[in-house]
Protein backbone atom coordinates (compact mmCIF):
# COMPACT_ATOMS: atom_id res chain seq x y z
CA UNK A 1 0.00 0.00 0.00
CA UNK A 2 1.26 3.45 -1.24
CA UNK A 3 2.24 6.57 1.35
CA UNK A 4 1.06 9.61 0.99
CA UNK A 5 3.88 12.05 1.85
CA UNK A 6 2.64 15.54 2.37
CA UNK A 7 5.38 18.07 1.69
CA UNK A 8 5.78 21.23 4.12
CA UNK A 9 5.31 24.42 3.31
CA UNK A 10 8.00 26.62 2.47
CA UNK A 11 8.63 29.26 4.43
CA UNK A 12 7.46 32.63 3.30
CA UNK A 13 10.08 34.86 1.48
CA UNK A 14 11.70 37.40 3.65
CA UNK A 15 10.44 40.84 2.82
CA UNK A 16 13.31 43.37 2.52
CA UNK A 17 12.46 46.85 2.33
CA UNK A 18 14.39 48.12 -0.75
CA UNK A 19 13.60 51.86 -0.03
CA UNK A 20 16.80 54.22 -0.27
CA UNK A 21 18.01 55.12 3.57
CA UNK A 22 19.64 58.08 3.98
CA UNK A 23 22.47 57.74 6.52
CA UNK A 24 24.58 60.80 7.52
CA UNK A 25 28.12 61.08 8.17
CA UNK A 26 28.57 62.51 11.66
CA UNK A 27 31.47 64.94 9.89
CA UNK A 28 28.26 66.07 7.09
CA UNK A 29 26.13 66.73 10.66
CA UNK A 30 29.09 68.84 11.88
CA UNK A 31 29.61 70.80 8.05
CA UNK A 32 25.52 71.41 8.53
CA UNK A 33 25.68 72.09 12.27
CA UNK A 34 28.07 74.99 11.37
CA UNK A 35 26.42 76.26 8.54
CA UNK A 36 23.33 76.49 10.13
CA UNK A 37 24.78 78.26 13.31
CA UNK A 38 26.52 80.73 11.26
CA UNK A 39 23.44 81.75 9.11
CA UNK A 40 21.28 82.12 12.66
CA UNK A 41 23.69 84.35 13.99
CA UNK A 42 23.82 86.68 11.07
CA UNK A 43 20.22 86.46 10.81
CA UNK A 44 20.50 87.74 14.80
CA UNK A 45 22.56 90.46 13.92
CA UNK A 46 20.63 92.16 10.57
CA UNK A 47 17.46 91.51 12.98
CA UNK A 48 18.54 93.36 15.70
CA UNK A 49 19.95 96.07 13.41
CA UNK A 50 16.84 96.40 11.53
CA UNK A 51 14.75 96.44 14.57
CA UNK A 52 16.71 98.85 16.56
CA UNK A 53 16.33 101.11 13.22
CA UNK A 54 12.68 101.87 14.23
CA UNK A 55 12.66 101.28 18.22
CA UNK A 56 12.49 104.51 19.98
CA UNK A 57 14.15 103.00 22.82
CA UNK A 58 15.80 99.46 23.47
CA UNK A 59 17.80 99.43 26.76
CA UNK A 60 17.29 96.10 28.88
CA UNK A 61 14.17 94.58 27.02
CA UNK A 62 13.82 91.66 24.33
CA UNK A 63 11.86 94.21 22.04
CA UNK A 64 11.94 98.20 22.14
CA UNK A 65 9.56 99.94 23.46
CA UNK A 66 8.01 101.37 20.44
CA UNK A 67 8.53 102.24 16.94
CA UNK A 68 9.22 105.10 14.60
CA UNK A 69 10.48 106.00 11.53
CA UNK A 70 11.91 109.23 12.06
CA UNK A 71 15.63 107.61 12.73
CA UNK A 72 15.76 107.45 8.93
CA UNK A 73 14.67 111.20 8.63
CA UNK A 74 17.14 111.90 10.94
CA UNK A 75 20.41 110.29 9.52
CA UNK A 76 19.24 111.38 6.50
CA UNK A 77 19.70 115.22 7.75
CA UNK A 78 22.78 114.38 10.36
CA UNK A 79 25.38 112.36 7.59
CA UNK A 80 23.90 114.30 4.72
CA UNK A 81 23.23 110.99 2.65
CA UNK A 82 21.82 112.79 -0.14
CA UNK A 83 24.88 114.13 -1.08
CA UNK A 84 27.05 110.74 -0.23
CA UNK A 85 24.32 108.49 -2.25
CA UNK A 86 25.15 110.84 -5.02
CA UNK A 87 29.08 110.98 -4.58
CA UNK A 88 28.64 107.35 -4.26
CA UNK A 89 26.99 107.18 -7.31
CA UNK A 90 29.51 109.34 -9.36
CA UNK A 91 32.13 107.10 -8.51
CA UNK A 92 30.65 103.91 -9.17
CA UNK A 93 29.74 105.48 -12.84
CA UNK A 94 33.36 106.53 -13.61
CA UNK A 95 35.09 103.35 -12.03
CA UNK A 96 32.99 101.29 -14.71
CA UNK A 97 32.55 103.54 -17.68
CA UNK A 98 36.56 103.37 -17.04
CA UNK A 99 37.31 99.84 -16.29
CA UNK A 100 35.01 99.13 -19.39
CA UNK A 101 36.91 101.61 -22.02
CA UNK A 102 40.09 99.90 -21.02
CA UNK A 103 39.32 96.19 -20.01
CA UNK A 104 37.54 94.97 -22.91
CA UNK A 105 40.18 96.37 -25.38
CA UNK A 106 42.67 94.19 -23.27
CA UNK A 107 40.46 91.00 -22.70
CA UNK A 108 40.15 91.16 -26.46
CA UNK A 109 44.02 91.27 -27.15
CA UNK A 110 44.47 88.14 -24.63
CA UNK A 111 41.48 86.30 -26.07
CA UNK A 112 42.90 86.25 -29.54
CA UNK A 113 46.43 86.83 -29.43
CA UNK A 114 49.42 84.41 -28.21
CA UNK A 115 52.76 86.06 -27.28
CA UNK A 116 55.67 85.32 -24.48
CA UNK A 117 54.59 86.04 -20.81
CA UNK A 118 50.57 85.84 -21.28
CA UNK A 119 50.41 83.60 -18.91
CA UNK A 120 51.94 86.22 -16.66
CA UNK A 121 49.96 88.99 -17.54
CA UNK A 122 47.19 86.69 -16.14
CA UNK A 123 49.02 86.38 -13.24
CA UNK A 124 49.65 90.07 -12.85
CA UNK A 125 45.65 90.97 -13.30
CA UNK A 126 44.86 87.86 -11.00
CA UNK A 127 46.93 89.40 -7.98
CA UNK A 128 44.97 92.81 -6.94
CA UNK A 129 41.56 90.47 -7.07
CA UNK A 130 43.01 87.99 -4.84
CA UNK A 131 45.10 90.38 -2.44
CA UNK A 132 43.48 91.52 0.27
CA UNK A 133 42.81 95.45 -0.56
CA UNK A 134 44.92 96.78 2.84
CA UNK A 135 48.30 95.48 1.66
CA UNK A 136 48.36 97.08 -1.47
CA UNK A 137 46.02 100.09 -0.80
CA UNK A 138 48.91 101.88 1.76
CA UNK A 139 51.27 102.36 -0.84
CA UNK A 140 49.07 103.13 -3.30
CA UNK A 141 47.15 105.87 -1.13
CA UNK A 142 50.95 107.06 -0.38
CA UNK A 143 52.11 107.56 -4.16
CA UNK A 144 48.52 109.14 -4.44
CA UNK A 145 48.82 111.51 -1.80
CA UNK A 146 52.57 112.51 -2.97
CA UNK A 147 51.10 113.40 -6.06
CA UNK A 148 48.34 115.30 -4.89
CA UNK A 149 45.87 113.18 -6.16
CA UNK A 150 44.31 111.51 -3.32
CA UNK A 151 41.51 113.08 -0.80
CA UNK A 152 39.19 114.01 -3.38
CA UNK A 153 37.33 112.29 -6.01
CA UNK A 154 39.32 111.51 -8.74
CA UNK A 155 42.09 109.46 -6.41
CA UNK A 156 38.99 107.53 -5.25
CA UNK A 157 38.83 106.82 -9.16
CA UNK A 158 42.29 105.70 -9.51
CA UNK A 159 42.51 103.55 -6.07
CA UNK A 160 39.27 101.46 -7.31
CA UNK A 161 40.24 101.10 -10.95
CA UNK A 162 43.22 99.03 -9.38
CA UNK A 163 41.00 95.78 -8.77
CA UNK A 164 38.01 96.72 -11.53
CA UNK A 165 40.34 97.19 -14.58
CA UNK A 166 41.94 93.47 -14.31
CA UNK A 167 38.08 92.01 -12.73
CA UNK A 168 36.67 93.14 -16.14
CA UNK A 169 39.60 91.82 -18.27
CA UNK A 170 39.15 88.76 -16.28
CA UNK A 171 35.35 88.39 -16.85
CA UNK A 172 35.25 89.46 -20.74
CA UNK A 173 38.12 87.08 -22.05
CA UNK A 174 35.82 83.87 -21.61
CA UNK A 175 33.02 85.67 -23.21
CA UNK A 176 35.20 86.75 -26.31
CA UNK A 177 36.71 83.42 -26.60
CA UNK A 178 33.52 82.10 -27.35
CA UNK A 179 32.61 84.24 -30.18
CA UNK A 180 34.38 82.28 -33.36
CA UNK A 181 37.17 84.09 -35.06
CA UNK A 182 35.92 82.91 -38.29
CA UNK A 183 33.06 85.94 -37.74
CA UNK A 184 36.12 88.45 -37.78
CA UNK A 185 37.71 87.03 -40.70
CA UNK A 186 34.56 87.24 -43.02
CA UNK A 187 33.92 90.85 -42.14
CA UNK A 188 37.56 91.82 -42.31
CA UNK A 189 37.10 90.52 -46.13
CA UNK A 190 34.16 92.34 -46.70
CA UNK A 191 36.45 95.52 -46.44
CA UNK A 192 35.76 96.42 -42.67
CA UNK A 193 38.67 97.85 -40.15
CA UNK A 194 39.57 96.95 -36.56
CA UNK A 195 37.43 99.52 -35.83
CA UNK A 196 34.77 98.57 -37.75
CA UNK A 197 35.15 95.02 -36.64
CA UNK A 198 35.39 95.60 -32.99
CA UNK A 199 32.27 97.86 -32.93
CA UNK A 200 30.07 96.54 -34.99
CA UNK A 201 30.55 93.21 -34.95
CA UNK A 202 31.91 92.21 -31.61
CA UNK A 203 30.31 94.81 -29.56
CA UNK A 204 26.73 93.35 -30.16
CA UNK A 205 27.95 90.07 -29.35
CA UNK A 206 29.73 90.74 -26.16
CA UNK A 207 26.54 92.82 -24.48
CA UNK A 208 25.62 90.00 -22.10
CA UNK A 209 29.70 89.79 -21.18
CA UNK A 210 29.60 93.79 -21.24
CA UNK A 211 26.46 93.97 -18.79
CA UNK A 212 27.80 91.41 -16.49
CA UNK A 213 31.33 93.22 -16.09
CA UNK A 214 29.64 96.46 -15.38
CA UNK A 215 27.33 95.42 -12.58
CA UNK A 216 29.51 93.00 -10.89
CA UNK A 217 32.30 96.32 -10.94
CA UNK A 218 29.40 98.46 -9.54
CA UNK A 219 28.48 96.11 -6.81
CA UNK A 220 32.38 95.64 -5.90
CA UNK A 221 33.09 99.43 -5.81
CA UNK A 222 30.08 100.10 -3.95
CA UNK A 223 31.18 97.52 -1.28
CA UNK A 224 34.97 98.82 -1.19
CA UNK A 225 36.06 100.39 1.92
CA UNK A 226 39.52 99.89 2.15
CA UNK A 227 41.03 101.98 -0.84
CA UNK A 228 37.48 104.25 -0.68
CA UNK A 229 38.66 104.66 3.06
CA UNK A 230 42.66 105.08 2.63
CA UNK A 231 42.06 108.07 -0.37
CA UNK A 232 38.53 109.68 0.33
CA UNK A 233 38.31 113.14 1.43
CA UNK A 234 35.76 114.91 2.95
CA UNK A 235 34.04 115.32 0.12
CA UNK A 236 34.60 112.43 -1.51
CA UNK A 237 33.17 109.69 0.47
CA UNK A 238 31.19 106.78 -0.74
CA UNK A 239 28.54 105.49 1.87
CA UNK A 240 30.50 102.49 3.44
CA UNK A 241 33.09 105.03 4.35
CA UNK A 242 30.47 107.33 5.81
CA UNK A 243 29.01 104.85 7.35
CA UNK A 244 32.05 103.96 9.36
CA UNK A 245 32.65 107.56 10.46
CA UNK A 246 29.24 107.54 11.59
CA UNK A 247 30.20 105.09 14.28
CA UNK A 248 33.75 105.93 15.35
CA UNK A 249 33.57 109.94 14.89
CA UNK A 250 33.91 111.53 17.77
CA UNK A 251 29.90 112.95 19.74
CA UNK A 252 27.13 111.65 20.88
CA UNK A 253 25.32 110.30 18.27
CA UNK A 254 21.55 108.22 18.76
CA UNK A 255 22.33 104.25 17.86
CA UNK A 256 19.10 104.21 16.31
CA UNK A 257 20.20 106.74 13.51
CA UNK A 258 23.49 104.39 12.96
CA UNK A 259 21.36 101.60 12.50
CA UNK A 260 19.32 103.54 9.85
CA UNK A 261 22.10 104.32 8.00
CA UNK A 262 23.25 100.56 7.92
CA UNK A 263 19.89 99.46 6.77
CA UNK A 264 20.13 101.99 4.28
CA UNK A 265 23.65 100.71 2.83
CA UNK A 266 22.64 96.83 3.59
CA UNK A 267 19.22 97.68 0.99
CA UNK A 268 21.25 99.27 -1.24
CA UNK A 269 23.56 96.31 -1.39
CA UNK A 270 21.22 93.74 -1.80
CA UNK A 271 19.17 95.73 -4.18
CA UNK A 272 22.64 95.67 -6.24
CA UNK A 273 22.82 92.04 -5.76
CA UNK A 274 19.56 91.26 -6.92
CA UNK A 275 20.17 93.22 -10.17
CA UNK A 276 23.65 91.26 -10.81
CA UNK A 277 22.17 87.90 -9.93
CA UNK A 278 19.16 88.77 -12.85
CA UNK A 279 21.45 89.65 -15.45
CA UNK A 280 24.91 87.99 -14.96
CA UNK A 281 24.87 83.91 -15.84
CA UNK A 282 28.00 82.92 -13.51
CA UNK A 283 28.26 79.55 -15.72
CA UNK A 284 28.64 82.13 -18.61
CA UNK A 285 32.20 83.81 -16.67
CA UNK A 286 34.16 80.51 -17.00
CA UNK A 287 32.72 78.90 -19.88
CA UNK A 288 34.91 78.32 -23.06
CA UNK A 289 33.88 77.17 -26.37
CA UNK A 290 36.68 74.88 -28.10
CA UNK A 291 37.27 75.52 -31.51
CA UNK A 292 36.34 72.14 -33.80
CA UNK A 293 39.62 71.30 -35.17
CA UNK A 294 38.05 69.56 -38.36
CA UNK A 295 37.64 73.19 -39.37
Not at 39 to 51: D, W
Request: proline residues 7%; contains cysteine.
Amino acid sequence: MATITRARPSPPPATTDRRPRITARPAAWVVWGVVIFFFLNLLGVVASVLVSSFGQRWFDTWLPDGYTTSWYGRAWDEFALLQVIVVTLEVSVLVVGVSLLIGVPAAYVLARRSFPGKRLIFLVFLLPILMPPITYGIPLATVLYKFGLAGNMSGVVLANLVPSVPFVILTMTPFIEQIDPRIESAARMCGAGLRTVFLRVLTPLLVPGILASAILVLVRTVGMFELTFLTAGPDSQTLVVALYYSMSASGIRAQQSVDAMAVIYTSMMLVLLVVALRYVNPTQLVAQVKEDPEH
